[in-house]
């Protein structure tokens, strides 16, 4: 259940991202299917997170010590992007247009998802 309460926490923090953000799209011929596309698009960012981000940080910690974890930033923005390539690869209608979409995407979105986390109880969230 803590699975799909963040799913769904993701997905509309994705849909937040799609509203401020200019360059990151998500389309639909109609509600559901768009909503379907955030929650899939989410899934994929989680997946995407959950793989890739460990084995960033232990490979680049140089970069995040030197930056004091500014490289935390281009580093998000750039797992933005791949969520986009694999979006598009899926045939989603999710598009990022470019880094500078990707980076701001990105910080929106983990403030947005943590703005959300706060407002949820932790018991539906599965703590």
Same mark, same amino acid.
């Given at each position: 259940?803590?699975?799909?309460?963040?799913?769904?926490?993701?997905?509309?923090?994705?849909?937040?991202?799609?509203?401020?953000?200019?360059?990151?799209?998500?389309?639909?011929? &109609?509600?559901?299917?768009?909503?379907?596309? +955030?929650?899939?698009?989410? %899934?994929?960012?989680?997946?995407?997170?959950?793989?890739?981000?460990?084995?960033?940080?232990?490979?680049?910690?140089?970069?995040? +010590? %030197?930056?004091?974890?500014?490289?935390?930033?281009?580093?998000?923005?750039?797992?933005?992007?791949?969520?986009?390539?694999?979006?598009?690869?899926?045939?989603?209608?999710?598009?990022?247009?470019?880094?500078?979409?990707?980076?701001?995407?990105?910080?929106?979105?983990?403030?947005?998802?943590?703005?959300? &986390?706060?407002?949820?109880?932790?018991? +539906?969230?599965?703590?």
């Amino acid at each position: 259940m803590g699975f799909l309460i963040r799913l769904v926490i993701t997905a509309v923090a994705l849909w937040i991202t799609t509203l401020i953000v200019p360059g990151v799209e998500v389309g639909g011929r &109609s509600g559901a299917t768009t909503a379907l596309t +955030l929650v899939v698009v989410a %899934l994929i960012f989680g997946v995407v997170n959950a793989v890739l981000k460990p084995v960033i940080k232990v490979v680049g910690c140089v970069f995040y +010590l %030197l930056t004091l974890g500014l490289f935390a930033l281009v580093v998000n923005a750039l797992l933005f992007l791949l969520t986009d390539r694999i979006a598009r690869a899926l045939d989603l209608p999710f598009q990022v247009d470019g880094f500078w979409a990707a980076f701001w995407g990105a910080i929106v979105m983990a403030v947005a998802t943590w703005l959300i &986390s706060i407002v949820v109880p932790d018991r +539906l969230e599965g703590r």
